[in-house]
């Protein structure tokens, strides 16, 4: 039972274009998202968040947006440069007691931005 | 702080061996978490400690899974006897609780048994 989806295993954009990342998530008890990004041989490393308060949440070039009702949540890179080539777990966290604090996570998009 | 410290990067070991990961959390954080990641699963929780105590463990695969924490700056993962199906990445986080949680995580440690 996968709570956090991210249905595309890959994307590929052009270098100053926008890219797009999509998750979705079943629990709705879910109230914060997280987005981390993880290159080769790396540890992933947090990106950007937001509460289930907003629907809202721009931090530089990444914007992520949030829609509760459709459980449906989408991180904006624009524009996408080279660098931002990696791997983009969506991430999920929420609910009652001990879970409260545990991250569930997407199995990734990775993102090739091409120059 | 040089974040959160794993070792060893690499580990090939023979089927039926132990295998022990080893994970220094982030100084003053209160959770620790482990990871594997494998191209089948992604990312998943095997066991989250809170104050050095086993909040969660309904991640670890089977009794051959042990993961301890003896103290706030020093956990374990133990795979005894290993498996070739255990070969994955296995990572460990730490983080500071509060309900907009992130968690930072070491490099990994590439795990292959052979």
């Known amino acids: 039972d996968q709570q956090v989806k991210q249905n595309s295993p890959s994307l590929s954009v052009q270098e100053g274009r926008i890219s797009i990342l999509n998750c979705d998530y079943t629990?709705?008890?879910?109230?914060?998202f997280l987005w981390y990004k993880k290159y080769p041989a790396e540890g992933p490393t947090f990106l950007i968040s937001?509460?289930?308060?907003?629907d809202k949440n721009e931090d530089g070039r990444f914007t992520v947006f949030l829609n509760k009702s459709a459980k449906h949540l989408s991180l904006h890179i624009v524009p996408s440069q080279p660098g931002d080539s990696a791997v983009y777990f969506c991430?999920?966290?929420?609910?009652?007691?001990?879970?409260?604090?545990?991250?569930?996570f997407g199995k990734g998009t990775l993102l090739t931005v091409n120059p | 702080d040089a974040g959160v410290i794993q070792s060893p990067r690499h580990e090939v070991t023979e089927m039926g061996q132990e295998v022990t990961l080893r994970c220094k959390p982030i100084s003053g954080h209160n959770s620790l978490f482990w990871y594997r990641q494998t191209m089948m699963r992604g990312l998943e929780l095997l066991i989250y400690f809170n104050n050095n105590v086993p909040i969660d463990d309904s991640g670890m695969p089977e009794d051959r899974f042990s993961a301890k924490m003896p103290n706030a700056s020093f956990s374990t993962l133990k795979i005894q006897p290993s498996e070739p199906r255990d070969s994955a990445v296995y990572f460990c986080?730490?983080?500071?609780?509060?309900?907009?949680?992130?968690?930072?995580f070491g490099q990994g440690t590439r795990l292959t048994v052979v």
């Open positions: 991430a999920a966290s929420g609910g009652s007691g001990g879970s409260n604090y545990k991250l569930t």
């Open positions: 937001i509460s289930s308060i907003k």
């Open positions: 986080a730490s983080s500071l609780i509060s309900w907009n949680t992130e968690a930072f």
């Open positions: 629990n709705s008890m879910f109230d914060y």
